[in-house]
Every structure is written in C-alpha cells, then in structure tokens.
C-alpha cells in the first residue's frame, strides 16, 4: 500500500464510514417506500413520483448547497442536513400520503446532496494528487457496497410496522459519529460553483449527453419500482430484498472489468455490448421466464441486469472526460450531473404510468426501451466520430452511487 495512502487511512476510514451509514439508510427507505407503498394501495405511478422526488432533490441540492455551506461551514452544515433527513425519514411514517411522501422524498433527495458535498469535500482535503485516484475508487465502491447493505435489512422486519422507518432514521444520525469524532480538519474554503453548459458539453459529447439521462432512467426505474415490480411478481420481502441487492451486487462485480475494458478500447463499444445485454436479458424475463420459476433463477437475472447498467454512468462520465479539456472536467461532472437527474426523474414518473397502464410488464418495457435506445446511439456516435486514442484517455474511476455536483477532482487536475 502506497504511504501517501496509508498516511490518510484513520481519517478515510472515518468519513467513508460515515458515507456507508448515510448509503444503507438511504437504500434501505427507498426500498422500503416502494414496498410500504405499495402495501398502502399507492398507484405504480405515485410510487415512482416518490422516487423520481428524490432525484429532484438530489439536483436542486447539488446546485445550492454549495451556498450553505459557503454561509455556515461544512460541519454546521452537515450536522444540520443530516437531523433533518433523519426526522424526514420518520414523517414518511407519520403521514400516509402520496403527497407528502413526495414532498418529504423530495426534502431528503436535497438533504443528501448536502451530506455527499461535505463527505466529498472532507474527502477531497484529505486526499493527495498521488492518491486521489485511489480515494475516488473508494468512495465509489463503498457507495455500492453500503447499498447492497441497505437493501439486505429490509427483511429485518415487517415492512407494514414502523421499526425499518426506525432503522433508516438512526442509521441516518448515527452518520454524524464519525464525521464528528475525526480528526480531518474541515475543508478552509466552500464547495466552488463551476459553470455548466450543457449546449457546449453536447457538442463535445453528443454521445455523453443523451447517455446520460438513459443511464439515469433506467438506473433510478429500476430502484424505485423493481421492489414493487417483485411484490407483484410473488416475491416475499426477503425474496425482494435479495432480488435487488443482486442488481447492485452485479453492479459491484461488473464496475472494475468493464471499466478496465472501456480503458483499453472505445468506451462506445462497452457501453453498446452493456445496453444490448440489459435489454436482452430484461425481454428473456418478460417472454420466456414462467410464473413459478425458482426464485433464484430471477435472482441471477437480477444480478446480470445490475452488472450491465450499474457501471454504465461511470463509463459514459469517463467517455465524456476523454473528450473535454483538462480544465473543464468539474463543470462536465456538473453538466453530467443534471441530466443524469433529469433522466431519474422522468423515469420512475413514465415507469410508473406504464406500470399503471399495463400492468407490471411496463416496468421492463420503458427500461428496454431506453437501453435499446442507449446501444443504437452509441452505435450511430461511434460512426460520426472515431474514438480518442488511448494516450487522450482519462483513467477510469466508478462514480459513487449517487453522484453529486462536487466529485473529487482527478489527480492531475488538482495538481494543476
């Protein structure tokens, strides 16, 4: 192990330690507001209104909170965020509604972008141009790691009570233990606003930008109406959560081969063999997958799914960074961020409707639909533009789970 590396560990541990609890509460509610949802006779749509709040929130807060902290510090700021999603997870449980789970979706979505800036931020004080990459992959599979663990509590009780509302609030608190005990000083200097053009950025990367709002459909349907899918399915909630664990299990398997892979040839072609897989295995299980098949053959369908959509978004941010200038890498992550919310948002809204429409086949279908739509683009880009060389490539790092507008800065761009 690297000195630099192993010089930052006590403080790393710390603060990834920290952004784990947040990920597993944040997991385990959205999950469990599918699945709680559903038991409360809420339409496929208004479920995936739910979801698509949070990514509303999610972007808004990756815009201004920048501002907050600019105004009252990072751990005033982080302490503040994190009592409130906290307190919103249990007002889920206090007020059945469509409405105000919106709403309070929505408020959670804005608190977490808040708490990933100041993890992000800490993160990127404590990190060095030697390591940074190496921080980066991190950050990114423990995103995915501290998923698989959210959806794994959901059987630890009955999703009709009120005890998992319970867990997702003190998992959501208990994050400010060891970001209040670490000894990583807090960043000198607010989050910085980069400036975002989304018409320049689709002129440098048309592939990159319809990439993703599909990666952000497809991701975000699948997480807000999977659950509701596999209670429709006949699944049980311990069949349901292992059923989406195994998306983000095959995500966390498939994210370092496919980005050694999209290293070492034209990202396009990774991202096209990845969609195609998707849309193929998902119509496999629509047409000829039979109502009582054994639970673990949905199971590894589940896990091939995840592995070829998960990684998809750090690929096509890794495509896009191959082909903006060195200085413009935080205002590409920025743009990427926006679109990828406005793809999240709509898709549980238009998953939801097709589910309301057609029953549970829509979900399937919309996410077909937009991975199909996904591999026949990149095979149109790649004919109009040939790929970088490999000496042009920007090295490939996973994206964290849920990204946000501030990602740590590459190692070279820091060190400029």
Not at 49 to 78: N, P
Not at 80 to 99: E, F, Q
Not at 335 to 341: A, N, P, W
């Amino acid at each position: 192990m690297p000195s630099s590396l192993r010089n930052t560990l006590p403080t790393l541990f710390a603060l990834l330690f920290g952004y784990a609890l947040m990920q597993i509460g944040n997991t385990l509610q959205g999950t469990l507001l599918s699945v709680r949802g559903s038991l409360e006779h809420f339409s496929p749509t208004q479920i995936g209104a739910v979801g698509a709040a949070f990514w509303v929130g999610i972007v808004i807060g990756s815009l201004w909170a920048g501002r907050v902290i600019k105004q009252v510090g990072h751990a005033r700021t982080f302490a503040a965020l994190a009592a409130v999603a906290s307190s919103v997870a249990l007002l889920h449980l206090l007020v059945i509604t469509p409405m105000i789970w919106i709403a309070a979706r929505g408020l959670t979505g804005f608190c977490f972008a808040g708490l990933f800036i100041v993890v992000e931020s800490w993160l990127n004080a404590a990190a060095t141009p030697r390591n940074r990459g190496q921080i980066l992959g991190l950050y990114g599979m423990t995103g995915l790691i501290a998923g698989i663990g959210g959806q794994m509590l959901l059987p630890a009780s009955d999703p009709a009570g009120f005890r998992l509302f319970c867990f997702a609030a003190m998992l959501i608190s208990l994050a400010l233990v060891p970001m209040a005990l670490s000894r990583a000083s807090a960043p000198a200097h607010a989050v910085g606003e980069a400036s975002i053009d989304l018409r320049r950025l689709y002129r440098q990367s048309p592939f990159g930008v319809v990439g993703a709002i599909l990666c952000g459909m497809t991701t975000s349907s699948f997480f807000a109406l999977g659950p509701v899918w596999a209670q429709q399915r006949g699944l049980s909630t311990t069949e349901i959560a292992v059923f989406m664990a195994c998306g983000t299990l095959g995500g966390f398997l498939t994210t370092w081969p496919l980005g050694w892979l999209s290293d070492r040839m034209d990202r396009r072609y990774v991202i096209i063999g990845a969609s195609a897989m998707a849309a193929t295995i998902l119509a496999a299980l629509v047409h000829f997958v039979p109502e009582g098949v054994a639970v673990w053959l949905l199971f590894i369908y589940g896990a091939i799914f995840g592995g070829s959509v998960i990684p998809t978004y750090s690929i096509v941010a890794a495509h896009v960074n191959d082909m903006v200038k060195p200085g413009e890498f935080v205002s590409a992550s920025g743009g990427l961020l926006i679109l990828q919310g406005l793809g999240a948002a709509s898709g549980p809204m238009i998953a939801g409707l097709a589910m309301s429409q057609f029953g549970r086949v829509g979900l399937p279908y919309v996410v077909i639909v937009a991975q199909a739509l996904m591999a026949l683009w990149g095979a149109y880009r790649s004919l109009q533009r040939p790929a970088p060389s490999d000496e042009d490539k920007e090295e490939f790092f996973p994206e964290p789970a849920v990204p946000v507008g501030t990602a740590l800065l590459p190692a070279h761009e820091s060190a400029r």
